[in-house]
């Protein structure tokens, strides 16, 4: 099975900031990577698709990038409603599997 | 748009089986454009897949579920559901259906998912 690893797996900023998180797979799995953000309380969304595709109607300050088994997802300025845990996760082969989670939180 | 809502059960006793339903809303299930997915949160912790059920009926099981579990589709309904038998409390868990949809270009994504049904096993 393929082992997806986030980092870091939390980490606390400031509305503006600027926030990178990465994401490994322990084998490649070319762009076959999505990222999602789950709100407390609620169902992830998906932002990300195919390493670096905006999902409709996601605000550009999000984006990702990478391949093969390092993936990265940037927030350029962090704004309070992005609260939450995001998640990678790879669609190259079964099972699918999501990283262990990024939890980010307001300074 | 689509809308998916789980529904069954909160409580399931140690070696009975879980029953949950997904009603698909906005959306045929009988479409090959999408998988229709299972994927499990134990209390505090990440995202687990658990499998999906295609139109045509055809299935994928998580291999560490595959013995125990049953997923199956009523297109007449627009419904897709899932059995888990001889449940510990190791399944308690928020157990989501999402619609996992396949693009031309070979991408795939769950692009919608139910609130979530918190199901817990204990006696």
């Known amino acids: 099975d393929i082992q997806m690893t986030q980092s870091p797996s939390s980490l606390s900023a400031s509305v503006g900031d600027r926030v990178t998180i990465t994401c490994q797979a322990s084998?490649?799995?070319?762009?076959?990577l999505n990222w999602y953000h789950q709100k407390p309380g609620k169902a992830p969304k998906a932002l990300i698709y195919a390493a670096s595709n905006l999902e409709t109607g996601v605000p550009s300050r999000f984006s990702g990038s990478g391949s093969g088994t390092q993936f990265t997802f940037t927030i350029s300025s962090l704004q309070p409603e992005d609260v939450g845990t995001y998640y990678c996760?790879?669609?190259?082969?079964?099972?699918?599997?999501f990283g262990g989670g990024t939890k980010v939180e307001l300074k | 748009q689509v809308q998916l809502q789980e529904s069954g059960p909160g409580l399931v006793k140690p070696s009975q089986t879980l029953s949950l339903m997904c009603t698909v809303s906005g959306a045929s299930i009988n479409n090959n454009a999408y998988y229709w997915s299972w994927i499990r949160q134990l209390p505090g912790k990440g995202l687990d897949y658990i499998g999906y059920v295609f139109y045509s009926g055809s299935t994928y099981y998580n291999p560490s579920l595959r013995s125990r579990l049953t997923l199956s589709l009523d297109t007449s309904k627009n419904q897709f559901s899932l059995k888990l038998t001889s449940v510990t409390a190791a399944d308690t868990a928020l157990y989501y259906c999402?619609?996992?949809?396949?693009?031309?270009?070979?991408?795939?994504?769950?692009?919608?998912w139910g609130q979530g049904v918190l199901v817990t096993v204990s006696s």
């Open positions: 996760q790879q669609y190259d082969k079964h099972p699918l599997a």
């Open positions: 999402a619609r996992d949809t396949i693009s031309g270009s070979g991408s795939r994504y769950f692009d919608s």
């Open positions: 084998q490649a799995i070319k762009n076959y």
